[in-house]
């Protein structure tokens, strides 16, 4: 076999190890599925903030991590901050929620 033959060969080896792992992500370890099922949910918690009626949750951030949702930010009450976390641990795919939102 032949330089440019072993250089295939490796090539396809270290292709195969790459899916066979599960393509992690170099950031926390996910793997491009969970990477995705993390954008998911918090995308689904972002839109069910904004959309919920009793508050508005401009200054709140959201990060998911395998289901786990951690708030940021800024409100204006404890009610708000309270009302955030049971609308999030409504959305679909959430497992706990960290509210580490501040009140001002």
């Not at 250089?7 to 969970?34: F, R, W």
């Not at 200054?59 to 951690?70: C, N, T």
Request: proline residues 1%.
């Amino acid at each position: 076999m032949g330089r440019l033959g072993r250089s295939i060969a490796i090539l396809a080896a270290a292709a195969l190890m790459t899916i066979a792992t599960g393509c992690t992500v170099a950031s926390g370890q996910k793997t491009a599925g969970e990477f995705v099922d993390d954008s998911i949910v918090s995308t689904r918690v972002r839109a069910a903030l904004i959309e919920d009626p009793q508050v508005k949750f401009r200054e709140v951030q959201v990060e998911s991590f395998k289901g786990v949702v951690q708030l940021s930010g800024f409100v204006g009450s404890r009610a708000e901050k309270s009302r955030a976390a049971q609308v999030t641990r409504g959305v679909e795919g959430v497992r706990e929620v960290k509210n580490d939102i501040r009140v001002r």
